[in-house]
């Protein structure tokens, strides 16, 4: 059975807290308050540059946590992994398979096996929220941020009905291109938190620039090491949807004669 980690589990108590929101003794029509916002979702991302000859377009998938400050101020945290199926550089395993690009199983059959995408990212954040005309309250708006942190993808080996010594255990990292380094990102998009508490989302895009570097120590379709510095580049879009938590900002001050 394929394990899927706490994602699931966070999610579905993520949506069983949704309903609390009706309960919050504050009101986002107020402008002094101080909001601290989970957000929950995912997107689509499109690589460029010399990422994009390795891989295709993948979906991310994400999670965010942001404190937003009464002066409109925003800093938090955003982490998440991506998704792709979509192999460009696909002939890594080309030194072991047939003339016809099969591999052959320890019992001299042909395996089943698939080459995908997968990625971490993690970003530290500082923006700014910019009211607009058509926002339904003060806490709603246009959202500027930009984040420093952590880049990391690789190529995934997989033939689980298979026996195939050359791409398991430490054999497999001579292959998959294990690939990371520090970050940056800009993003921009727009929030809204419903008056009534219970709608709330962010749909933005983001950019993110990469300084990776491929960290194994050979790659052994090409029987050389990769010490190259990568600039790695992704383009995408996400939807979020978010629980917010408010707390009225302490703005009053008291004088005793």
């Known amino acids: 059975m394929r394990n899927y980690g706490l994602l699931p589990t966070f999610f579905v108590l993520f949506l069983a807290l949704i309903p609390t929101l009706g309960r919050s003794q504050t009101n986002p029509l107020d402008s002094g308050l101080n909001i601290r916002i989970f957000s929950i979702g995912g997107g689509q991302q499109v690589p460029i540059g010399i990422l994009a000859q390795r891989f295709g377009s993948n979906t991310q998938v994400s ?4 404190q937003q ?7 938090g945290f955003q982490g998440g992994w991506m998704f792709g199926n979509q192999l460009r ?11 016809t690009g099969d591999l ?12 995908s995408q997968r990625g971490i990212q993690a970003f530290f954040h500082l923006g700014r929220r910019f009211r607009t005309p058509w926002s339904p309250n003060p806490s709603s708006g246009l959202i500027s941020q930009v984040g420093v942190g952590f880049l990391q ?6 033939a689980p009905y298979s026996n195939i010594p050359s791409i398991q255990g430490d054999y497999k990292k001579g292959y998959d291109r294990l690939t990371f380094g520090p970050a940056g990102q800009f993003s921009f998009g727009y ?14 895009l983001d950019y993110q620039l990469g300084l990776t570097k491929n960290r194994r120590t050979i790659n052994f379709d090409t029987g050389m090491a ?10 995408g879009i996400k939807f979020l949807w978010s629980l917010p938590l408010y707390k009225r900002s302490e703005n009053d001050y008291y004088f005793f004669d």
């Open 89 to 99: 550089e696909d002939s890594i395993l080309r030194g072991l398979t047939t003339t």
């Open 226 to 235: 990769d010490n190259q510095l990568r600039l790695d580049q992704l383009i």
């Open 69 to 75: 400050r009464p002066s409109s101020w925003i800093i």
């Open 191 to 204: 929030q809204y938190l419903g008056n009534n508490r219970r709608t709330n989302f962010y749909i933005g």
């Open 153 to 158: 993808h690789k190529i995934r080996i997989e």
């Open 63 to 66: 999670f965010e946590f942001h």
């Open 104 to 115: 052959i199983s320890e019992s001299g059959i042909f395996a089943n096996y698939t080459l």
